[in-house]
């Protein structure tokens, strides 16, 4: 998770995540969001949603969706 203004903006990783099926992951991305958080939070609380294979980030705070 990082910050955009006064949103978190959220980065999720997946396995198998490509470049060229990013289309795909982002839908099956939001899809996870909206129903593990909320449609509206999604569209009013949460900033920039990144999409990155894991090992993409280097982040010991990386956290399992659960946890959010």
Do not use: C, K
Not at 13 to 39: P, S
Not at 50 to 62: I, K
């Amino acid at each position: 998770m990082f910050t955009e203004g006064a949103s978190p903006g959220l980065a999720l990783v997946f396995d198998g995540y490509r470049d060229d099926q990013r289309d795909a992951f982002a839908q099956i991305g939001f899809l996870l969001l909206d129903q593990a958080l909320g449609e509206y939070d999604v569209a009013t609380r949460v900033g920039t949603i990144d999409f990155q294979p894991v090992g993409a980030l280097h982040n010991p705070s990386l956290l399992p969706l659960s946890e959010l």
